[in-house]
């Protein structure tokens, strides 16, 4: 269960509001303790370890994929070559860490349709059969909601195809007729996070994210721009600005809620992020 408050401008009323929630157990329930993994971190993955005592990390969430039986009868056919001896186990080791590097470089962008310059993921909740998806969402961002509820584009690459760098300054420039309150039934948000460990930048300011309550100043013809990058840009107001770490590379991730059909059939995009020089 994941609940999320939205701050509107009064982060104590938020947390006030935080704090009231109760989750109360019906009956004694018994929470089986998880099993031991070795730990690690998005910057490096688990390697060979990941075979070790597989049948207690199997049975410790039934898995609704499809092919979720065949998956793990090949996995414990690994598992039982890892456990065959040091030699095999750094086989298996090093045979993951170049299929690791790739994943993480294709995970934000090949994973579901890539339109301009924005991962269009608009699958979600249940992943049926296509692990590889699974496996990008738990990388980015733990859980996704199914389509219906949001479509997420992650933005990990400029308009140049150029990786987010924080030391750029870079603007999104939103025309009136292509707003993102006109693709969504709810609201959206955009967040600057960082990346590999995709956690919010700290900053003076303390603004990690814009959504439909900020108070974005308009341009004069009814367009939107936001600016992203370590100082606010000339010619964009400073409160349409998300600040940057300078020399770390980050990511965008746009949120449509209660999107409209344009936005979920990736029709509807946010607009590349034009590199200022």
């Known amino acids: 269960m994941l609940g999320r408050v939205e701050i509107k401008g009064d982060p104590e009323g ?10 109360t157990a019906l009956g004694t329930p018994l ?31 039934l898995d609704v994929a499809p092919n979720a039986a065949e998956m793990q009868q090949k996995v414990r056919a690994v ?4 456990a065959s001896g040091k030699e095999a186990r750094a086989a298996i080791d090093t045979q993951l860490r170049p ?10 962008t090949k994973t579901t349709p890539y339109v301009n310059h924005w991962l269009c993921a608009n699958t979600g909740g249940n992943y049926g059969a296509n692990y590889r998806l699974r496996t990008a969402a738990n990388y980015a961002g733990i859980w996704a909601n199914t389509p219906s509820e949001v479509v997420y584009f992650i933005g990990t690459r400029d308009a140049n195809e150029q990786t987010l760098n924080g030391s750029n ?23 600057l996070v960082r990346v590999p460990d995709y956690r919010v930048v700290p900053n003076t300011l303390k603004r990690y994210n814009f959504n439909n309550h900020s108070r ?14 370590p100082k606010s840009v000339s010619g964009v107001p400073e409160s349409n600005w998300v600040p940057s770490a300078e020399g770390k590379p980050f990511s965008l991730t746009f949120r449509i809620y209660v999107p409209k059909e344009a936005s979920q059939k990736c029709e509807w995009t946010p607009p590349p992020l034009q590199k200022v020089n």
């Open 14 to 23: 938020a947390v006030q509001l935080q704090h009231q929630f109760k989750a």
């Open 31 to 61: 929470i089986t303790p998880p099993p031991a993994i070795t730990m690690f971190d998005n910057t490096d993955l688990i390697g060979a370890d990941i075979f070790d005592d597989v049948d207690a990390r199997l049975s410790s969430a």
């Open 79 to 82: 598992a039982a070559y890892v």
């Open 99 to 108: 299929i690791i590097a790739q994943f993480k470089e294709d995970a934000l």
């Open 169 to 191: 300054s870079y603007v999104m420039h939103f025309p009136a007729d292509k707003l993102p309150e006109l693709v969504a039934d709810a609201y959206w948000s955009v967040i």
């Open 216 to 229: 974005l100043q308009r341009e004069t013809d009814g367009s939107l721009k936001i600016a992203v990058g």
